[in-house]
T-cell receptor, first 115, second 113 residues
Framework: DVKVTQSSRYLVKRTGEKVFLECVQD?????MFWYRQDPGLGLRLIYF???????EKGDIPEGYSVSREKKERFSLILESASTNQTSMYLC??????????????FGSGTRLTVV | QKEVEQDPGPLSVPEGAIVSLNCTYS??????FMWYRQYSRKGPELLMY????GNKEDGRFTAQVDKSSKYISLFIRDSQPSDSATYLC?????????????FGKGITLSVRP
């Protein structure tokens, strides 16, 4: 069964901390995405990556960075966590060029609380 | 105007009801349409996808696309408490080197026993 695994289900961090959210997929997918999901706002794309060491900004990249050193792993970094970054974070992956019709496979999410 | 609009809900129905979930979109280049289901504290899962206008049926679920009206729907027949979840529509242009999905905000459905 194909999987996208997010390293933590729940995290509580303090304001100002540097936070790492890890995501690993075992499907040899080219594309990986990071979203945050908030009530009333839906899914908002933070960053995405089409290939190893490549990254592109999504709709709300401010305060975040990403790293993709290996094809299967895509990390989201909160450089200095703030309370407005309290949210559900979802990682997703999809096959590569021309295969968006197969949709995305999502992880189970990380509920991050910044206090 | 947002590219994809979805009824905000929430929606509560009795068990056995027929449910209609709808999305409208503004980008006529969208060609491929999907519905995702998201249970509480889980990530979204692909439920159905369709390419052309018309209906596609899968068990109790029917996805309908009307490209002329830029309107898509998901119908659930004989709804069950296990259908209680958030439903998100998604769509893409299928063009471009790495076209992405554009999601609706989702609607939360509750089916009462």
């Amino acid at each position: 069964d194909v999987k996208v695994t997010q390293s933590s289900r729940y995290l509580v961090k303090r304001t100002g901390e540097k936070v790492f959210l890890e995501c690993v997929q075992d499907m040899d997918h080219e594309n990986m995405f990071w979203y945050r999901q908030d009530p009333g706002l839906g899914l908002r794309l933070i960053y995405f990556s089409y290939d190893v060491k490549m990254k592109e900004k999504g709709d709300i990249p401010e305060g975040y960075s990403v790293s993709r050193e290996k094809k299967e792993r895509f990390s989201l970094i909160l450089e200095s966590a703030s309370t407005n970054q309290t949210s559900m974070y979802l990682c997703a992956s999809s096959p590569g060029l021309g295969k968006v019709i197969y949709g995305y496979t999502f992880g189970s999410g990380t509920r991050l609380t910044v206090v | 105007q947002k590219e994809v609009e979805q009824d905000p809900g929430p929606l509560s129905v009795p068990e056995g009801a027929i449910v209609s979930l709808n999305c409208t979109y503004s980008n006529s280049a969208f060609q491929y349409f999907m519905w995702y289901r998201q249970y509480s504290r889980k990530g979204p899962e692909l439920l159905m996808y369709t390419y052309s206008s018309g209906n596609k049926e899968d068990g109790r679920f029917t996805a309908q696309v009307d490209k002329s009206s830029k309107y898509i729907s998901l119908f659930i027949r004989d709804s069950q408490p296990s259908d209680s979840a958030t439903y998100l529509c998604a769509m893409t242009t299928l063009t471009g080197a790495n076209s992405k999905l554009t999601f609706g905000k989702g609607i939360t459905l509750s089916v009462r026993p």
